[in-house]
Nanobody, 115 residues
Framework: QVQLVESGGGLVQPGGSLRLSCAASGNIFRVATMYWYQQAPGKQRELVAQISSRDYTTYADSVKGRFTISRDNAKNTVYLQMDNLKPEDTAVYYC?????????WGQGTQVTVSS
């Protein structure tokens, strides 16, 4: 069983930055693909970024050039560095882990971008 715990959310002004963290328990982190999703009020959950076990990364068009996903296998942690934040980035951010047929989600962390 894997548990994912997100942290780092909060209130930030437009143009500001936040770094989200997602710490995983267990021993499959280093071989898993990790994802960050966002879910705005009244909207579906959408993929923001993903990083493979070999550090291949992909991003949603809406965040390219502003967000960076990274991982630290020694700490079983995936990060989402969010720069130049916009009000439309306001959402609950979730991390997800997949490995073969296994899938786990974190509980989410709220990010609010407002002046």
């Amino acid at each position: 069983q894997v548990q994912l715990v997100e942290s780092g959310g909060g209130l930030v002004q437009p143009g500001g930055s936040l770094r989200l963290s997602c710490a995983a328990s267990g021993n499959i982190f280093r071989v898993a693909t990790m994802y960050w999703y966002q879910q705005a009020p009244g909207k579906q959950r959408e993929l923001v970024a993903q990083i493979s076990s070999r550090d291949y990364t992909t991003y949603a068009d809406s965040v390219k050039g502003r967000f960076t996903i990274s991982r630290d296998n020694a700490k079983n942690t995936v990060y989402l560095q969010m720069d130049n934040l916009k009000p439309e980035d306001t959402a609950v951010y979730y991390c997800r882990l997949t490995y073969v047929s296994r899938e786990y989600w974190g509980q989410g962390t709220q990010v609010t971008v407002s002046s």
